[in-house]
């Protein structure tokens, strides 16, 4: 879409790909085409305690309740049996209320379970959307990338 730049979202991707690669998984797959769909899940993500990869999509700016039908177009469709069919993982900088709201009924629903993942829980700076804050942050001289891990930063 266009809220979403594909070259800050391939850069989080190749991010994220490098920080699951150092945490415990067992295999990543990125643009894996959906037969049928027409649409490309970003990344197939297994960890070895897992049998089955979980579909996650990610976003490069703060994730709308369409982004959730999205993910859950992306599990209900697919038939590759080694892909988990009863859950996903939404990451983004941040979620709209209607993120949850989503959420919640589609797993009440449809038994699906989606969890909306922060990009900071992932060790990424997130950029500042409240008003006050940016102020703080301007007067700090701190800069915050959506696009590089977190370093450790001196106070």
């Not at 897992?50 to 859950?72: F, H």
């Not at 969890?115 to 001289?141: C, Q, T, V, Y």
């Amino acid at each position: 879409s266009i809220r979403n730049d594909p070259k800050k979202e391939e850069r989080i991707k190749d991010n994220l790909e490098q920080i699951l690669k150092s945490d415990n998984f067992a295999h990543i797959e990125r643009e894996y085409v959906i037969d049928g769909c027409g649409g490309k899940i970003d990344l197939l993500v297994r960890f070895s305690k897992d049998t089955k990869s979980t579909i996650w999509e990610v976003k490069a700016e703060r994730a709308e309740y369409q982004d959730v039908i999205q993910l859950m177009g992306y599990i209900m469709m697919n038939d590759n049996s080694n892909v988990n069919t009863k859950k996903g993982v939404l990451i983004a900088p941040g979620f709209s209320k209607s993120c949850q709201i989503t959420v919640n009924k589609i797993k009440a629903k449809y038994s699906i379970d989606i969890e909306l993942k922060h990009l900071r829980d992932l060790g990424f700076n997130i950029p500042i959307d409240d008003e006050a804050d940016k102020e703080r942050s301007d007067k700090k001289n701190r800069i915050i990338s959506i696009l590089d891990p977190v370093e450790e930063m001196a106070c």
